[in-house]
């Protein structure tokens, strides 16, 4: 087997801000993120693809991705040993499951390949095409430029709103303007500090009367005690994202949340995101597949997994201009295959069929 990995900047159509990335005095966010690719080439000259968008908020860089898959022995992989390579994979270094899972992930594109099968049938999965709705985000901006984006994301039937800045209800009232009904998610990324504050946040929220769900209103550091005390008098459904990394969490998650969101470079790929989303079912929450800046390769890996989904945020290749990959399909925010380039393993193609 054949290893080639490669550094890519996905560059965004908007300046991108969540809680986590605001400055004081600045405009806080980014207009660039990079991901790192990585390619498999067996002997026959069968190719898998990954990706890994490694996030600060769970210690991992490029440099250390690039670093990791640099010290894969690739002659220890195989598409057809998919368990044998995933452990040594875990034998090289503790953490870094962005990286882990840009192999899971190639891998399992390959060994579909080889079965000459789109990853989901591999998995003993279906997908029901125009069933599956991503929603659209919407980052932290001013009022005038959030009004702006909710226009522009007119075709799409759910939007998801990023709060935790001191003009939240100026942003959420400049969305409701451009879109008075549509459902909203509302995403907090830790902002909230104090179980009272997030508590008065969603009392705020609730009067909306079209908010679906709010994520992660408490950092995942916060005493269980007060997510628990939150849960029970929130009127609106909470969902865990920073505080359900893997399978480890279920527990804590179902005390505190009512749904889980997973994400592929969280848990470290489509394997480990499988058994993430398969726990929490059986908890008793309901799941959604999220993401980070992602190029199509990690996005269409997720949608692989829909059914096993109450709801999709799977919108990171939608917020980028220079998406190097083309598969899954989002129209009008409906995930679809049937027009993918390919239809085996991820469905992927590069969008120019040469090496990039």
Known sequence: MKLRIWRYDLQLAHRWTIARGLEPGGPGGKTTSQVVFAELTDNDGLVGLGEAAPSARYGETTDAAVAFLERVDANRLSFADLASSLEYLRSLAPGQFAAKGALDVALLDGAARRGGRPLHTHLGLGFAENKHVTSFSIGIDTPEVITRKTRAAEAYPVLKLKLGSPHDRDNLAALRAAAPHKPVRVDANEAWKTKEIALQNLEWLAQDGAIQFVEQPMPASADLEDMVWLKARSPLPLMGD???????????????????????????????????????????????????????????AAAHLADLTDYLDLDGNLLVTNDPFCGVKADRGLLSFASAPDHLGLCVRPREMKRL
Do not use: W
Not at 258 to 285: I, M, T, W
């Open 242 to 300: 920073e505080s359900y990394v893997s399978v480890k969490d279920v527990e804590r998650c179902a005390a505190a949340f009512h749904s889980v969101n997973v994400k592929l470079v969280k848990v470290g790929g489509v394997s480990p995101g499988f058994a993430a989303l398969h726990a929490a079912r059986q908890a008793g929450l309901k799941t959604m597949l999220g993401c980070m800046i992602e190029s199509s390769v990690l996005i269409s």
